[in-house]
């Protein structure tokens, strides 16, 4: 698996690290005051440095050697090949008078578990007094009366001007709109997306938490299901509405595979499927989640609440072959003499880890053709084809690769047929890629599903994104002639990773919108002082208008990626951070507990983990009045479509940060005075 690491451009005092492998990443600041010690598996790396200021040269032939200065570079990025031979800890040192690093193997193991990031040094506007005036350009006729959201105070327009006193509570924000109100339609180019993984969320049903013989593990429960479920969200769509949510994004709910895999490097947790990516049958729900019941009544109190339901659609790959599945489908590839009775049950020894139960499978046995077989996957596997080095042709992170690109037609395995409650049958002249489009959009087809986040977009030809979207829009049609409803076409969003906010060809693959990769990192300026955000959401704006179908989902937290709760641990920065995301041009997702700041979970060896804790429903003062100030500002942005899709104008004035926003006949004003 290729790893990118690559220093990214930021104004702060130091530069940034950012480790990235093809589905996850996380970014950490150099400080030239410490070294940044990492835990680095044996594999092949990519370092990218950039963002790097002042007058610095470098050789682009250069290549990293241990213990020796790597000259950074301030014109170009610079990107350096690594090959980390050994797991281990190693260290980056930042000279920031040199303009170099150091790359150094640690000797001892590093054990700190959490990290909190300086804060950003920057220049901001400060609020100096009680009251405020806003110049406001030519956005509101004289006259006009506007309402100020955050204290509600009403203000008359005079002299294309009002003044006013702020709230306190607001981290200097001033958004203002017309008394006069007027409704407007839903615009996806506005939408509020909220994500929730769904093991994570709520437990509505605690008998179905152990379902397949899934079991905790008694530890920390890092990697095991933790009991959310369907009836877990529905009991909190009021909340997820009073966000002002316009859309909920699943995580995948389909069956999962039964059992674990080792977690982390060292194997140091048993790592189940909680979070819905290691599909074992595409067209049934996984019963910790639920029933199809659950779904249809999910979607129905959705809409009711003028919400839309995306499901989480995965394309690329299946799940692992555990020793649960391996039992259960009985695929004869197993060495049972030291195994308990149920396969499941295995735990490792004081010798062992999590990783050591490969040692009871033979990866070489002919009986792999039982599995998955070789017709529809790539894997490392007797008569399998193997897997390729282009980004549709890997195995990601190991997963079986499906053939996708094949014109072969193929029939289900066995197994998959005989699977207890699977809507999977053989069908003639079918491709691999014609069974999964079809299992994908017989959940629209039944339950009515408004749209799908995609995962791993690159990983799958394009051809095949083309044909989902144009199937899933027949059918929701179909599924809306039948009930008699209406609504805006099929909406599809798309994770390719590391994509930033700009057009590019992956739009011209049905995709209507793509996740944005670089807000996360442009929130830190950003919380710290809200007019940082000016240069983002002017570029932001202007691509928007530039092309009708350019559109960004922006993000300031994720599964894959960090918690921004955990960089800085302040509510303030919280605070700060949810203003410059939910303002934000284009559409904006966010992760399930951000606007309680949630907190970072145990992790080991694995730090994605932690950034998929369980949600605590017991707030603290902190918390609600973080929620209130997140329930204010998300109805407001729902309110109003001018913040998604609306032209982007700046009003310059002194010691203030102000903006207009207009979508057709919608108008607000946003004012940042300072802290």
């Given at each position: 698996?290729?790893?990118?690491?690559?220093?990214?451009?930021v104004s702060f005092a130091n530069p940034n690290l950012t480790i990235?492998?093809?589905?996850?990443?996380?970014?950490?600041?150099?400080?030239?005051?410490?070294?940044?010690?990492?835990?680095?598996?044996?594999?092949?790396y990519t370092l990218t440095v950039s963002g790097v200021e002042g007058r610095c040269e470098s050789d682009p032939e250069q290549k990293i050697s241990f213990s020796q200065p790597i000259q950074l570079s301030c014109s170009a990025p610079l990107i350096i090949p690594l090959k980390i031979r050994f797991s281990g800890d190693y260290a980056f040192y930042y000279n920031a008078v040199e303009q170099t690093i150091l790359f150094k193997r640690q000797a001892k193991k590093n054990t700190r578990q959490a990290f909190q990031r300086p804060l950003p040094t920057l220049q901001c506007e400060q609020n100096t007094t009680t009251h405020h005036t806003i110049k406001l350009g030519n956005s509101f006729e004289e006259g006009t009366q506007l309402r100020e959201v955050f204290t509600n105070q009403i203000l008359r327009v005079s002299n294309q001007q009002v003044t006013l006193a702020p709230s306190p509570h607001s981290g200097g924000l001033v958004l203002l709109e017309p008394v006069e109100e007027t409704s407007h339609p839903f615009n996806y180019r506005n939408a509020n997306i909220y994500f929730v993984m769904v093991d994570r969320f709520n437990n509505g049903d605690v008998s179905n938490d152990n379902s397949y013989g899934r079991k905790p593990d008694g530890q920390d429960e890092i990697g095991t299901f933790h009991g959310g479920d369907?009836?877990?969200?529905?009991?909190?769509?009021?909340?997820i509405q009073s966000?002002?949510?316009?859309?909920?994004?699943?995580?995948?709910?389909?069956?999962?595979?039964?059992g674990f895999i080792g977690g982390g490097d060292k194997g140091s947790f048993p790592f189940y499927a909680y979070h819905g990516y290691w599909t074992r049958d595409f067209t049934k729900i996984d019963q910790n989640f639920g029933q199809d019941e659950d779904l249809e009544t999910l979607v129905k109190e959705a809409h009711k609440r003028g919400i839309k339901v995306l499901l989480d659609a995965v394309i690329n790959h299946s799940g692992y072959a555990t020793l649960a599945d391996l039992q259960f489908d009985d695929i004869e590839v197993v060495h049972s003499s030291d195994l308990p009775k149920k396969w499941a049950q295995w735990v490792p020894n004081s010798e062992q880890n999590w990783h050591s139960f490969h040692q009871h499978i033979n990866y070489e046995s002919q009986q792999w053709s039982q599995w998955w077989g070789g017709d529809w996957v790539r894997a490392g596997l007797p008569s399998y084809p193997k897997p390729g080095s282009s980004d549709t042709t890997m195995t990601l992170a190991g997963l079986p690769d499906f053939r996708t690109e094949s014109d072969e037609t193929v029939t289900p395995p066995t197994w998959l047929i005989n699977n207890p409650g699977t809507r999977v049958e053989h069908k003639e002249n079918y491709t691999v890629s014609d069974y999964l489009l079809e299992w994908q959009t017989d959940w629209v087809r039944r339950f009515g599903i408004d749209g799908f986040r995609v995962d791993t977009v690159k990983h799958v030809e394009s051809d095949v994104w083309k044909r989902l979207k144009s199937e899933a829009t027949e059918s929701l049609q179909l599924w809306r002639e039948e009930n008699n409803k209406t609504g805006e076409p099929?909406?599809?969003?798309?994770e390719v990773w590391g994509?930033?906010?700009?057009?590019?060809?992956?739009f011209d693959d049905g995709f209507d919108a793509l996740i944005n990769f670089d807000m996360q990192k442009k929130l830190d300026k950003g919380a710290v002082c809200f007019s940082q955000m000016s240069d983002t959401y002017q570029d932001y704006s202007d691509k928007m208008q530039q092309s009708s179908d350019f559109l960004p989902v922006s993000y300031m937290s994720s599964h894959d990626t960090e918690l921004f709760f955990s960089r800085y641990k302040s509510f303030d920065i919280q605070r700060n951070a949810a203003n410059a995301l939910l303002l934000s041009p284009g559409a904006i997702q966010v992760y399930y507990g951000d606007e309680i700041a949630r907190k970072i979970g145990p992790y080991a060896d694995d730090f994605h983990q932690g950034t998929r804790s369980s949600m605590n429903w017991a707030f603290?003062?902190?918390?609600?009045?973080?929620?209130?100030?997140?329930?204010?500002?998300?109805?407001?942005?729902?309110?109003?479509?001018?913040?998604?899709a609306g032209v982007h104008k700046e009003i310059k004035q002194d010691n203030a940060y102000v903006f207009s926003r207009q979508f057709e006949n919608d108008k607000v004003v946003v004012a940042f005075i300072g802290h």
């Open positions: 698996m290729i790893v990118s690491i690559s220093f990214t451009a990235s492998t093809t589905t996850t990443s996380r970014d950490l600041p150099l400080d030239e005051n410490a070294p940044l010690v990492l835990s680095l598996s044996k594999d092949n369907l009836k877990g969200v529905i009991e909190k769509l009021d909340h966000l002002g949510t316009d859309a909920i994004w699943l995580s995948p709910i389909v069956e999962q595979v039964h099929f909406w599809m969003m798309g994509h930033p906010a700009y057009r590019t060809p992956y603290d003062e902190e918390q609600q009045g973080l929620l209130a100030h997140w329930q204010t500002l998300g109805q407001f942005r729902q309110k109003h479509p001018a913040i998604g």
